[in-house]
């Protein structure tokens, strides 16, 4: 760990962060090691991608001495998104970039790839990177206005992988085609039955299954025999008032695997037999959604284990804290998943790649209190060599425990989330802080190493996150629950998330403050208009406060599907002033702190700017920190150091607590 660590620091300039007095702010600003890490086939390299100061860069090492082959950066703001080994020597990288901390890169549809030993780097296909150029020699190539992602890496073809392509369009249609991943050369190989399409390929890389929606946003999945056959329609959301979603096929390719809603409770996983389209249930929760697939090795042709065949086993359950049940328990994969949980306990396990002849496994384990740390398994010798870690500067025995909590609505519906208190503390009589999600609708709050939620713990406050209705996890029927129902029954779910923490001992009922981001932040300054006694203070970043303006400004509505979803999920223009919190600024009768970016276009800055306006009219106390350069989220250090210390200061003067002290700087 150590020498790797040596090498990546000493290849990416990673620097120490200066020291701050109560909460060391900087610990929490400070991005990862690295972002993904995975063994190449032949377990000779390893590939990780690695966050810095404006971009994310890709390195490869060579496995047995640790040393430096290769890296991979593109321009300015620009960020490696994903990365696959297509073969034992060759990378394709995807590029993307980065709309701020809270949102995934956003993908810029090219596809690169490098070897391993750093030659022959290719831009095979995109749009040509804007900015300050190319950090790589890449031979020129025409410009094209296409978006195109990996589908499948062909274990049994070294030189080809297959790509979806479509125009930058929205609502478009897409199509498949196979890539040569040393020239770029393309071929097509099949076209979408729908829009918005996603493939799944069955175990030889013929593509079976198209799913999507069109601008009406209904699902629908189609399902063809082969190449060439036509596409047959299987399901209709419309119809069956449920999406079905393939996750992969048997072995033999004589059974799918669907993730399938019910009408009522959580998703099922079932088979369909591909000669009659029998169906059967081989796995459901009573509680909770799969929240990951786990796959099996299966043998190629060349009788070596590929470990990125889609051949289903399991799945992961984020049923409180994640755990696994197997449908297949006698494979091979199954066999080692249980073993590293036995080994690791109290950690979540994921092996997150194996070499071709599945000797090796790359384990990555993590906690709520352990940001995490990945394992090179010997799977003959039974043995595990700690590789590197995420967060080197947290010490998990120091950190807080994040506890899964339930509870009833005030309609009686089941509400889950997660409580954090301050390590060492006895949990009782805290100041809390309410922190809602974002989305608000199919994401959801788990359990795992939250940032935000253990700076404010070691702040001194207790940290409840609920997974209201419109959350994703509990299935259909709980996620549409949340329809239209901003500022209604989603906001009166965090009320009784509140109230419950209450009750329970846990807050002081004079010190609680709620903070969130995006719709967080809307429901932040929603709860502190419809709860004015319940609040002693209110923290929205990056948050819509006027939902009418949804409708007109952002990205959402770029495309009918987005007019659709914002009509049939926030509901209609004319309604929404009624739950809008800027235009019930004079019912907020605590603090407010907003902040916001000028380049943010899921969340304008004039959202922000317009509640401010109308706090100040109301003559509510409102503190503001906005960044013209910044998206939705902050992304520079600097600009995330000066929010957390804001944040920390504005909860500090309302409900107790510590600050950050400013950050020491020091000359050279």
Sequence with gaps: MKVIGSVLAAALLFSSAPLAAQVDVDRYVKKDAFDQIKLSPSGDYYAASVPMEKQTVLVIMRRPDNKLTATFSLGKNTHVMGFWWVNPERVVISAGEKLGELESPLSTGELYAINANGGKVEFLVGQRVAGEGLGTRIQPKKVEMIAAEM??????DDKNILISVSPFNADAFTRVERMD?????????ARAPVRNASFTTDNGGVVRFAHGSGTDNVNKLYYREGDGSEWKLINDEA???RIETPVGF??????AYLRVEQTEGPDAILTMDIATGARKQVLRDDNTDPSRIIFKSVASAAGEGVASARVPVGAYFMDGEPRTEFFDGASGSARLQKSLEAAFQGQSV????????????????????NPGDFYVFDTQAKKAEHLISRRTWFDPDKMAEMRPVSFKARDGLPLHGYLTVPHGSSGKNLPLVLMPHGGPFWQMDQWGFDGDGQMLAEAGYAVLQVNFRGSSNHGRAFTQAGAREWGGKMQDDLTDATRWAIQQGVADPGLVCIFGASYGGYAALMGAAKEPGMYKCAAGYVGVYDLPMMHARGDIQSGRSGENYLREWVGD?????????????????????????????????????MMERALIGAGVPVETLYYDSEGHGFYKDEHRREFYTRLLAFLSRNIGGATAKQAVTTTK
């Excluded at 991943?181 to 190989?189: A, C, H, Q």
């Excluded at 048997?250 to 059974?255: A, V, Y």
């Excluded at 739950?579 to 800055?605: H, M, Y």
């Design 151 to 156: 589908i499948d890496d062909l274990p049994n």
């Design 181 to 189: 991943v040393y020239s770029g050369r393309r071929t097509p190989v």
């Design 239 to 241: 119809v069956s008032d």
């Design 250 to 255: 048997s072995q033999d390719n004589q059974q």
């Design 350 to 369: 994921h092996v997150t790649s194996t070499t071709a002849d599945a000797r090796l496994a790359l384990v990555q384990t993590f906690s709520d209190r």
């Design 573 to 609: 223009k004319d309604q929404l002033g009624a739950v809008s919190p800027n235009r019930l600024a004079g019912q907020i009768k605590v603090p407010v702190f907003l902040a916001a970016g000028g380049e943010d276009q899921r969340a304008p800055i004039e959202h922000s700017k």
